[in-house]
C-alpha cells in the first residue's frame, strides 16, 4: 500500500509541522499558558490564530467555499497528527472538538440560512459551538442515540424538555449565543442514528429563542 500524501496534502501536513515546532510548542513551556482544565487562555489564542489565518492553515476540515480548505481526510489525518502534538495545536488550527464535528455537521446538512447565520462566524473563529450531548444516567454519555431530550414544536417556535450536563464547549459558546438545535430528538423520533452517522440533529429555524419557550436545561 503507498501511504504516500498528495502533493496538496504534504504541503500542509508540513506548514503545520513547522508551525507547531515554531509557534505552538513553546507556548507549552510557560505554566501561564494554562488556563482552567489546561486550556490555553483566549488572549494568548488570538495572536496564535490570526498568524494560523495569514499563513493560510484555518479550518482544514471546512469545504472551500465555506472558508476553510476543504482537505481530504487522508490529509486531515496527517495533519491532526502533527496538530497534536501539542495539547494546544488542533484549536490554534481549528480542528478541535465540538467546533470541527459541528462544522462538519452543519456543511453537510445545514440549511442555507443556518449556514448563514450560524456556521460562518463559527468557521471564522467568531463564536464557540456547543454540542449539548451528554446526560444523566440512563440518557446518553458518549452515544447520541441514547438521548432523552426531546423536542415538541409548538405555536411559537420549539419547546425543549430533557436534563443536559457536561456541556463540551458551553461556557465557550454563552458569549455569543445562537442556538442551533444539536442534542435533541424530536418527539416521537425512535432512537436511531441520522443520516450522517452520529444521531445528531441539526434542525430549526435560525432565529433566537423566545423567552418561555423552553424549559431549563440543567
Known sequence: MDFTLPPDCEAYRA???????????????NPANFADHGNIPLEVLKPIRERVKALGLWAPNVPKELGGLGLPFVGLAAAYEEMNRSVFGPLCFHGAAP??????????????????????????????????????????GSDPTMMLTRATR??????????????????????????????????????????????????????????????PLH
Open 99 to 140: 467546533d470541527d464535528g459541528n462544522m462538519r455537521l452543519v456543511a453537510q446538512v445545514g440549511t442555507a440560512a443556518q449556514k448563514d447565520w450560524w456556521l460562518k462566524p463559527v468557521i471564522a473563529g467568531e463564536m464557540r459551538s456547543a454540542f449539548v450531548m451528554t446526560e444523566p444516567h440512563p440518557g446518553s
Open 154 to 215: 409548538t405555536n411559537s417556535g420549539w419547546r425543549i424538555q430533557g436534563r443536559k450536563w457536561f456541556i463540551t464547549g458551553a461556557e465557550g459558546a454563552g458569549g455569543a449565543w445562537r442556538p442551533l438545535r444539536v442534542g435533541v430528538r424530536r418527539a416521537g423520533d425512535p432512537g436511531r442514528e441520522r443520516a450522517d452517522g452520529s444521531g445528531r440533529r441539526a434542525e430549526g429555524d435560525p432565529d433566537p429563542p423566545r423567552p418561555g419557550t423552553a424549559d
Open 15 to 29: 506548514a503545520v509541522a513547522e508551525f507547531v515546532d515554531r509557534e505552538v510548542l513553546p507556548l507549552e513551556e
